[in-house]
């Protein structure tokens, strides 16, 4: 049995027909498409399906599709306002070097994303605190702590609101 929903998907009203035991993140990424969340674990342990709901980071795994119904999603598609425009964050995780394999990225690009909503300058603690639910088994975390840390210091590359992919190499 199939329920249609309405949400708002990256600032898209969207419906779609889901099943009762749907996650978030099978919807998102096999109905919607977007599957620059990604599915690791699949139990809420890796963090790699981060998504932000309703301006709070959620793993996408552990809620059901039909939760979500209302809800405003932000993806790490939605981040970017276009093609060739980067987010702070992601401009600052080129940077930094803050990604190897890229796997766990999109997760913790949205829980720092949802940090910095919300408090504009964290400590290096918050931002640890922040990220905790995320693992990353290529960079270690300095290089990740170090791209969030600077995007929230407003410095390097973040002195501009964007910059395009080719600017950030």
């Given at each position: 049995m199939r329920e249609v929903i309405q949400l708002t998907i990256n600032g898209e009203d969207r419906e779609v027909a889901v099943a009762f035991n749907r996650s978030l993140l099978d919807t998102l990424r096999t109905e919607i498409g977007l599957t620059?969340?990604?599915?690791g674990c699949d139990v809420g342990e890796c963090g790699s399906c981060t998504v932000i709901m309703?301006?709070?980071?959620?793993?996408s795994c552990l809620v059901l599709a039909v939760e979500a119904r209302?809800?405003?999603i932000t993806t790490i598609e939605g981040l970017q306002p276009s093609a060739d425009v980067t987010h702070p964050l992601q401009d600052n995780f080129m940077r930094c070097?803050?990604?190897q394999c890229g796997f766990c990225t999109p997760g913790i690009?949205?829980?720092?994303?949802a940090l910095l909503d919300e408090n504009?300058?964290?400590?290096?603690?918050e931002i640890r605190?922040?990220?905790a639910g995320n693992i990353c088994r290529c960079t270690g975390y300095s290089k990740i702590i170090d791209a969030i840390a600077m995007t929230a210091e407003g410095c390097g590359a973040c002195d501009k609101t964007?910059?395009?992919p080719q600017e950030a190499s």
């Amino acid at each position: 049995m199939r329920e249609v929903i309405q949400l708002t998907i990256n600032g898209e009203d969207r419906e779609v027909a889901v099943a009762f035991n749907r996650s978030l993140l099978d919807t998102l990424r096999t109905e919607i498409g977007l599957t620059g969340t990604k599915k690791g674990c699949d139990v809420g342990e890796c963090g790699s399906c981060t998504v932000i709901m309703d301006g709070k980071p959620v793993n996408s795994c552990l809620v059901l599709a039909v939760e979500a119904r209302g809800a405003n999603i932000t993806t790490i598609e939605g981040l970017q306002p276009s093609a060739d425009v980067t987010h702070p964050l992601q401009d600052n995780f080129m940077r930094c070097g803050a990604a190897q394999c890229g796997f766990c990225t999109p997760g913790i690009v949205m829980a720092a994303k949802a940090l910095l909503d919300e408090n504009p300058k964290p400590t290096v603690e918050e931002i640890r605190f922040a990220i905790a639910g995320n693992i990353c088994r290529c960079t270690g975390y300095s290089k990740i702590i170090d791209a969030i840390a600077m995007t929230a210091e407003g410095c390097g590359a973040c002195d501009k609101t964007s910059v395009t992919p080719q600017e950030a190499s």
